[in-house]
């Protein structure tokens, strides 16, 4: 074959040549559009994965923001805070939809169509953690305005005093003057503090009130005096219930918080931390095959 080759004129030789440099050139063409397209396709891979990535990490920023301002507003029933919680809840679910929509991972997608369902969980807590804040809120104004009443009224008795000329009766003013101190003290303590023994302190240092005004209410008073009695157990019994109402919304709110929300954001954040990892793990694979 090589000395056909040989006999063949110049003309053929420099065409048949020529002809397998082309097809040389062309094989070699074809390779390097072959290879940047699959250099393409896994930079586009790597891209997405980065991207997601970092909404991952944005999704878990949210969260801490959903709980900071959902804690805030556990504490001091901030009507701003509810607003910087839903502001939070928006963008996480727009975020997780987009991870969702790039992602190349069926098993990252399942994680990330959980959390907006956690997401939307935790809307609805805050909403709950809303009406909590709203009757707890309504029922420390009527202890505000409650609780001057009841200092009020027990004013009253105590300046009546004077007209009783029983020793012994006068003596059952004191410890009335002193229980409603008590009460009062109890409220804001557990206001100040939301121990969760304050409740029983406070019914406590109310029953001992209640006690105090009956043994006053049994004795020989003035007729001057009687009357001032039944204003006082009405602010008292008033004050109580609004107390009671008041703590239990506190105490809901302080459990749903504590006990449901953070610990579904823990698991929020474990849920991140896998995807996080899964993502590293497929872009270090794909960068390996690339470079």
């Known amino acids: 074959h090589i000395m056909n080759f040989v006999r063949l004129g110049l003309k053929p ?15 070699l063409a074809c390779f390097a559009v072959w290879e940047l397209s699959r250099i393409e396709t896994d930079m586009k891979k790597v891209s997405a994965i980065n991207d997601n990535t970092i909404r991952a990490l944005e999704v878990s920023n949210r969260i801490e923001m959903i709980l900071r301002s959902n804690l805030r507003y556990t504490i001091d029933a901030d009507e701003q805070a509810t607003e910087d919680a839903e502001a939070a809840e928006v963008s996480a ?10 992602t190349i991972s069926e098993e990252r997608r399942t994680i990330y169509n959980g959390l907006q369902s956690d997401v939307e969980s935790l809307r609805a807590k805050r909403e709950t953690l809303v009406r909590y804040g709203t009757q707890m809120t309504a029922d420390r104004a009527k202890l505000f305005s409650g609780g001057d009443e009841l ?3 027990a004013e009253l008795v105590e300046q009546s005093r004077a007209a009783i000329t029983d020793q012994n009766v006068a003596l059952l003013v004191n410890p009335v003057e002193s229980a409603i101190l008590l009460v009062r003290v109890a409220n804001w303590r557990f206001l100040a503090t939301r121990d969760p023994k304050g409740p029983a302190t406070f019914k406590t240092n109310a029953d001992h009130a ?3 005004i009956a043994a006053l209410e049994k004795a020989e008073l003035p007729d001057s005096v009687r ?11 008033a004050y109580m219930s609004h107390f009671d109402s008041m703590a239990a919304s506190l105490t809901k ?5 504590w006990n449901s929300m953070m610990p579904q954001a823990d698991d929020m954040a474990a849920k991140i931390s896998q995807a996080l990892v899964s993502l590293k793990r497929d872009s270090d694979t794909t960068k390996t095959e690339t470079f």
């Not at 009357?227 to 019994?237: E, V």
């Open 151 to 153: 200092i009020a009224a």
């Open 93 to 102: 679910i727009e975020l997780l939809r987009a991870a969702s929509d790039a």
């Open 210 to 212: 209640v006690a105090a």
């Open 227 to 237: 009357p001032l009695i039944g204003p006082l157990k009405a602010s008292l019994s």
């Open 253 to 257: 709110s302080d459990d749903l918080y």
């Open 13 to 27: 030789r420099v065409y048949s040549g020529f002809g397998v440099l082309v097809v040389i050139a062309l094989a």
